[in-house]
Every structure is written in structure tokens, then in C-alpha cells.
Antibody, heavy 119, light 109 residues
Framework: QVQLVQSGAEVKKPGASVKVSCKTS????????IHWVRQAPGQRLEWMGW????????KYSQKFQGRVTMTRDTPATTVYMELNSLRSEDTAVYYC????????????WGQGTTVTVSS | EIVLTQSPATLSLSPGERATLSCRAS??????LAWYQQKPGQAPRLLIY???NRATGIPARFSGSGSGTDFTLTISSLEPEDFAVYYC???????????FGQGTKLEIK
């Protein structure tokens, strides 16, 4: 079955970087794009951007432009999200999610990765 | 950036009742509006895409409607498992950019 499995929890200091992985399986990796969405404690879902695993195109939310990089490793069927210059407000659960083939929603989600930023 | 505003923030109903959740966009999103359900400690689950299409495996009691800037998620008869937080999400035209509403918490009365 289709699965997205994310890397484990991270604890980082302010100013550091974090790189979260999302290992996909059960479908043709290059046929879909992947969102990254985060959720701070008790807060709304926040869209960060997407990467098209087929052609490596990316699109980032203006809020994260310049601070986030999304990449892919096609042989490993894995996508990555790296966030730089971390601050306490970046403490959140980070999700990867597969975008449907008509780009209208996200049908499969990873389990989430908790990133804690604390001095 | 398109801002989505959901109302009410909290909706208190009993099982068997009808729930109506609203999502208003700051500008037209055409029909590119989706709804998600999220339970505590879980990832969101896609319910509705393109305003009114149920995702795979979603029961018929969930329905979506609307156009332009005003959208509605209706749950015709609440089941105990429906009490959760609901988010709307819009998608802009190409290249697609997305945003979420702030959520409506559906709680048991």
C-alpha cells in the first residue's frame, strides 16, 4: 500500500538547520508531487511548499522562501525538507503528504516529525 | 496570498444532528477547495476535494458545496467518530500555491 514514512524527532538549537526525510513506497515515485505542511502546538495547519518528484520543480510559501529547501532522491524514492536559521517559532510537527494527481488535495500523509527548537 | 476564514471556531452538536461548517476565501478560488478532518495526535485526512468530490472511502454523510469565495462542508447526521477539527484548504491556479483555514472544532454537546 502507499506509505510515507518520515524520519524521527529532532531537537535543535536556535540558528541551526534541520533536514527531515520522507521515504515513499507503494506507488510510482515520479508520478506525484509531495507537500510539506507543519503544525505548531495547538495551531492550524501551515503549508510550506511542494516538490514535484517527477521533474524536481519546487514551489515554496512566501513565508518560508529563502529559508526552506525541498529536494528528492529518485533512486531512494525519498524527499527531503531542510529548514535553516531555526527559531523557537519553528517548533512544530512537520508532515509530508502526497498531492493527488489532479493537484486538488493530499491523499496520503506521513506520520509527522516533531522538531523542537530550544536553547 | 489567499486567506481562508472558517466559521464557527467551535461547533457543539449531538450525534445524529446535522453539522454545517463554513469557509470563506479572501478572493475567488474557483472550485479548488478541499476539506480535511484531523483528530488529536493524527495526521489530517482528506474528505472532499474540488469543492464537492468525496475522497476515496469517505462516507456519503459528508458533502461539500460552494463556489468562488464561499464554501460549506455538511455532515448530514453526526456519528461519534466525526467529532474532530476540520480544515479547509485552497489551491491557486498554476503554479499551485496552497493555504489552510484556521479550523473548526466540532465537539460533542
Amino acid at each position: 500500500q502507499v506509505q510515507l514514512v518520515q524520519s524521527g524527532a529532532e531537537v535543535k538549537k536556535p540558528g541551526a538547520s534541520v533536514k527531515v526525510s520522507c521515504k515513499t513506497s507503494g506507488y510510482t515515485f515520479t508520478h506525484y508531487a509531495i507537500h510539506w505542511v507543519r503544525q505548531a502546538p495547538g495551531q492550524r495547519l501551515e503549508w510550506m511548499g511542494w516538490i514535484n518528484a517527477g521533474n524536481d520543480d519546487t514551489k515554496y510559501s512566501q513565508k518560508f522562501q529563502g529559508r526552506v529547501t525541498m529536494t528528492r532522491d529518485t533512486p531512494a524514492t525519498t524527499v527531503y525538507m531542510e529548514l535553516n536559521s531555526l527559531r523557537s517559532e519553528d517548533t512544530a510537527v512537520y508532515y509530508c503528504a502526497r498531492i493527488t494527481d489532479n493537484w486538488s488535495g493530499t491523499d496520503v500523509w506521513g506520520q509527522g516529525t516533531t522538531v523542537t527548537v530550544s536553547s | 496570498e489567499i486567506v481562508l476564514t472558517q466559521s464557527p471556531a467551535t461547533l457543539s452538536l449531538s450525534p445524529g444532528e446535522r453539522a454545517t461548517l463554513s469557509c470563506r476565501a479572501s478572493q475567488s478560488v474557483s472550485s479548488y477547495l478541499a476539506w480535511y478532518q484531523q483528530k488529536p495526535g493524527q495526521a489530517p485526512r482528506l474528505l472532499i476535494y474540488d469543492t464537492s468530490n468525496r475522497a476515496t472511502g469517505i462516507p456519503a454523510r459528508f458533502s461539500g458545496s460552494g463556489s468562488g469565495t464561499d464554501f460549506t462542508l455538511t455532515i448530514s447526521s453526526l456519528e461519534p467518530e466525526d467529532f474532530a477539527v476540520y480544515y479547509c484548504q485552497q489551491r491557486s491556479n498554476w503554479p499551485p500555491m496552497y493555504s489552510f483555514g484556521q479550523g473548526t472544532k466540532l465537539e460533542i454537546k
